[in-house]
């Protein structure tokens, strides 16, 4: 599922040679206490995101090309942002303007740039505040998007 959302994402890189490297970083992840979550389309596995809730970091979000624009993606956030309802950074490929368009939708802002270490790419480092979000006159508000992935 992780290759062929990125292969549609970026095709011009080599995603199938990067699955050994994906088995290790998500052993890694979970090591590090980090959760992941896959959301089911009629019982299989339609997408899957990874959240480390005490370091408020989302490292992988991924969902199967026939499912994108289905939903999957906003529960799967909802469920990231309700595991760390504090805040969730994240670094994004900048080039990947599907995917900087559905953060902010879901109210990231960009706080940094630098590069992918594997390819060299530019990327943009990205931040949610959380669920209590302050406006402009001082007043709290709820932030948007937060449910548990069925």
Not at 41 to 67: E, N
Request: proline residues 7%; contains cysteine.
């Amino acid at each position: 599922m992780w290759v062929l959302a990125w292969r549609a994402a970026m095709p011009e890189i080599d995603f199938d040679a990067r699955r050994p490297w994906l088995a290790a970083h998500l052993d890694a992840l979970l090591l590090a206490g980090a959760r992941i979550i896959v959301a089911e389309v009629g019982g299989a596995p339609a997408g899957f995101v990874t959240v480390d809730p005490a370091r408020r970091h989302l490292d992988q979000l991924a969902v199967r090309p026939d499912q994108q624009g289905a939903g999957v993606a906003d529960r799967l956030m909802g469920a990231a942002k309700a595991l760390s309802p504090g805040g969730l950074s994240l670094d994004v490929n900048a080039a990947n303007a599907r995917a900087r368009r559905f953060y902010a939708r879901h109210g990231f802002v960009e706080v940094s740039t630098g590069s992918n270490p594997r390819s060299g790419l530019p990327t943009l480092s990205l931040r949610w505040d959380g669920v209590a979000q302050k406006r402009h006159d001082g007043t709290i508000r709820p932030a948007a998007g937060n449910e548990t992935c069925p």
